[in-house]
């Protein structure tokens, strides 16, 4: 049996923002079947009371001070738009309101 | 769509007892993000306030703000939370342009504050309100969709965005589900939005104007059938940006609720917006796709844990908190509840507080707060505060009064220059000429003129007619433009006619 | 003077002495890849004119009597996964081709107040995700050793150029071995710090919680020089340790192993180790032996679930930190007719912007961290991490350091894994389980397998950073008298390009 079916790929692949061809969405489908059945074996080893690990070391209550530092420039954060109007960021039309 | 049929709210009630849950996020004034340095003003140019950070430029990493971090604990130790020893912020995958990231710094299944509750007061009765948690996250930027007929989102050609708001901290706050509110449900959610904005506005850390965005309520409803068990299934409304919308979004939803169950229909699970203009809500999202947000730690921030002392420090630096004051100030202002009331719902309680406090007596600094200038403050359509008046000055005009130089009705005239832009009350006393004539000599003259003027009046009074003194007294105030004394002037009107 | 082929130290030593100046020792290095890097494909940028200006500027500050590091004036080739203000960065994807970032990584600016020399961007697999630069959306880079086999990757460029003596020194990133494994296969120097000890803040992320830069060099001194200037807490950056950096420089010339127990980990080795690979390195488990370190064996069971758990942190965190590349604020914008919505546009970008493995990531991590199935895949590899965190703590009670392969082969030849990505990934087999938990690791040289390059694996516990260089320079040097001079000097294609 596979571990993840093409329907589930396509889902992943709206869910990623991924505009996958139907021959691309085989190919992944058929690798992340293969990549998944490998990384399954963390589900032998990790029992139910080991704690996860989020972070790599143990730091705590890293925080900056309430302080205003320079903005960039508007240009400047507008330098890299792909396209820009009116000082603000051009994008196309937006299908739905805020998730 | 097919329009769905709206019960009658009466009738809906009758067969439905309604469920509210409402999430509120509120903006933290801190002077920097929450997670880099830029400013947090509102109303500045479009993308003066971005950075590296909050626009997610590759490579950049949030660094959390300790302001922010205080503020919400302030939040949560007056919401009676428990402010828990450790926690995570969160990722919030999903993909909108005015998330400059695509994901949310969000707090998931560990939020910084638990287990609160808040009481609000309804028509005399109290209602507990259990809050469930209070997070922190950041807040997105915003669009402007051009083209269309409506400056609305659909049917528009593209957006423009701006990313100053992007990145401000927001404080969320989610109530347990609120029942066995009955016909009042719309009522206890008004009553709740408001107590909540008195409170967090109490403790300094926002400025909680619905009308800016900086708080802003998303209200959950859902309807069982009388005496059902279970309940049904809920809506989210979103964008209720005043405290009235808060009441009118739940009528409302109430009773499109009640028509879509008695139709023989299904409440779908979704999220709705509220339109102003309309009273009503609209359905927001084509839902194609179930969201997944795929929440996860977020690696680039290390985990929380607020020292009980620094919570012990919090918490003592709380200040006094909305309804102890209520019940002060009813003592000590010696208000029945209904005057309580009215004095809470026109914002004047700082007001009149700060009043009294420069000198002014309590009833009297209430009777000009909530007569002269609320009427005022009505006729501009602004906010009691937003006069542009203080209450060093409203205690200033008082003291004149007291002092005898200035009657009531001079007092209005004052109120009226000060509020005109004229300059605080001793300039427009002296710019106006406003001053009570209580010299004898100068009042004696205008009423021996008044006295000729109204002859038979004064026989009348002569003949011992004594309350006919009244139509003498308002010519001599009318003579005066109000100047005058009124007392002194009645008590030399009969001295000269000898009826005294 | 010959001055390419000298190391950064020796550098430091004659432009200090003024011997030399900043802009003569670019000239020579900026010509040294004008001749081989048409073959060596190691860099993305050079920019001639600006790379002068940087070194007149540097002449000028020794001019003025300003107190400068150990390394002012000495070149240096910067991974193109690091923000530069003043020359592209790309991350090695289409999707930011020509993007000019507004602000300079904390490393970058280190770099520049330690008057390091920036040559230019090195090549690297797109968003760091490839063990040989094939991922690359410009090129693939070449393993000086060999033209037609892999540097390594992700960091391949930046291997590439220091093996090739285009610059001495390098930087790299380090999210499951692409230091380590690059320096390997081109028998060059490599380190991983622990993680937070060099700053990330404008490093373009991959997977936040193992992204560890460090530096490239073909001496353990050298490496601990670039170490010691780029290191230390940096607010910018909320991971950052609060510690000061530990000293390596002292360390690295220090190049002992007196009363050290060195720790075998007998996981790696076996099944899928190149016989030469593992003949190099028990020879050098040997050496350490003779040079005074007590060696044992030591058993770490969980090391073996290190690379499923990676396989499934790794492309989780990236599927989250790439979702800002969406078309909309900078770089590639695909599909915009004016008729299209902006869902549709960024899936467009995404999906021509992105080469096959990073989508193949996307999709992975997308898939570990959806609801059903996130308990299953993400939150069991979290528990991996414990569970090989507690190995490392055992280990650490009974050693000072451990040590293995860095890489079970030497450099593959190109193509051979570009469609097999599990066979790809064994190349970060035994580098990975340093990445999970923080610990600081190197790679050092040691000796070569069929004519290629072997690397030898050192790690240390967190912060021990000190130890590895340590240890690492002790091998180098006994190394180095046994082959009399660095291994390579015995690279054959290096001494054709020279």
Known sequence: MSAITREEVSHLARLSRLALGDDELDHLAAQLDQIISAVARVQEVAAEDIPPTSHALPLTNVYRADEVRESLAPEQALAGAPAAEEQRFRVPRILDEEA | ?500 | MELVGKGAAELGELLAAGEVSAVEVAEAHLDRIAAVDGKVKAFLHVDREATLAQARRVDERRAAGEELGPLAGVPIAHKDVFTTTDMPTTAGSKILEGWRPPYDATITARLRQAGLVILGKTNMDEFAMGSSTENSAYGTSRNPWDLDRIPGGSSGGSSAAVAAFEAPLSTGTDTGGSIRQPAAVTGIVGMKPTYGGSSRYGVIAFASSLDTPGPFARNVLDAALLHEAFSGHDPMDATSVPEPVPPVVEAARRADVDGLRVGVVKEFAGEGYEPGVSARFNEAVELLESLGAKVVEVSCPNFTYALPAYYLIAPSECSSNLARFDAMRYGLRVGDDGTRSAEEVMALTRAEGFGPEVKRRIMLGTYALSSGYYDAYYGKAQQVRTLIKRDFEAAFEQVDVLVSPTTPTTAFPIGERADDPIAMYLADLCTIPANLTGNAAISVPCGLADGLPAGLQIMAPVLGDDRVYRVGAAVERALEDRWGGPLLAQAPALVEAK
């Open chain 2, 1 to 500: 769509m097919t329009t769905p049929t709206l019960m009658d709210y009466d009738e809906a009630l009758a067969k439905y007892e309604p469920v509210l849950g409402i999430e509120t996020h509120i903006e933290l004034g801190t002077a920097s993000k929450m997670f880099c340095g830029c400013a947090t003003g509102f109303g500045a140019e479009p993308n003066t306030q971005v950075c590296p950070v909050c626009l997610g430029l590759p490579g950049s990493l949030p660094v959390t703000n300790r302001a922010a971090i205080e503020g919400i604990i302030k939040i949560g130790l007056a919401l009676n939370c428990d402010i828990v020893e450790w926690c995570r912020f969160a990722r919030k995958n999903y993909f909108y342009p005015d998330m400059p990231k695509n994901y949310q710094i969000s707090q998931y299944d560990e939020p910084l504050c638990v287990d609160g509750h808040l009481e609000v007061e309804v028509e005399g009765e109290t209602y507990r309100i259990e809050i469930e948690r209070v997070h922190m996250e950041e807040d997105t930027g915003k669009s402007l969709h051009v083209g269309g007929s409506t400056g609305r989102i659909h049917g528009a050609e593209f957006s423009l965005v701006d990313y100053n708001r992007a990145g401000i901290p927001l404080v969320e706050i989610v109530t347990k589900p609120i029942v066995a509110t009955g016909e009042k449900a719309p009522l206890v959610a008004r009553a709740y939005a408001t107590e909540l904005r008195e409170l967090v506005r109490s403790l300094g850390v926002s400025d909680v104007r619905m009308e800016q965005g900086s708080m802003r309520c998303d209200v959950n409803v859902s309807l069982m059938p009388r005496g059902a068990a279970e309940w049904g299934t809920r809506s989210e409304t979103k964008n209720v940006n005043s405290l009235r919308s808060v009441e009118r979004a739940v009528r409302s939803e109430i009773e499109r609720q009640a028509g879509v169950l008695s139709d023989g229909g299904r409440v779908i699970q979704e999220t709705r917006h509220f339109h102003e203009d309309t009273g009503r809500t609209t359905s927001g999202r084509s839902k194609e796709e179930a969201q997944d947000y795929r929440y996860f730690p977020e690696p680039d921030l290390v985990p929380m844990a607020p020292s009980r002392e620094w919570v012990a420090e919090i918490r003592a630096s709380l200040p006094e908190l909305p309804a102890a004051r209520r019940r002060r100030i009813q003592q000590e202002w010696n208000l029945s509840d209904l005057e309580l009331r009215d004095v809470v719902n026109a914002g004047a309680v700082d007001l009149i507080e700060a009043t009294i406090a420069h000198g002014s007596d309590a009833a009297a600094a209430r009777k000009w707060w909530m007569n002269e200038l609320s009427r005022r403050a009505t006729e501009q359509g602004v906010e009691l505060a937003d006069l542009p008046i203080t209450p060093e000055q409203v205690a200033r005009v008082q003291a004149m009064i007291a002092a005898g130089e200035l009657n009531d009705k001079l007092a209005r005239k004052v109120f009226e220059g000060v509020l005109a832009g004229e300059g605080g009350p001793d300039e427009v006393v002296a710019a106006r000429g406003l001053k009570v004539v209580s010299d004898d000599g100068e009042l004696s003259a205008v009423i021996d003129q008044v006295i000729a003027d109204n002859a038979d009046v004064a026989d009348k009074i002569r003949a011992g007619k004594v309350a006919a003194a009244g139509a003498l007294v308002g010519a001599v105030m009318k003579a005066t433009r109000g100047q005058a004394d009124a007392g002194r002037a009645r008590e030399l009107i009969l001295e000269k006619l000898g009826a005294s």
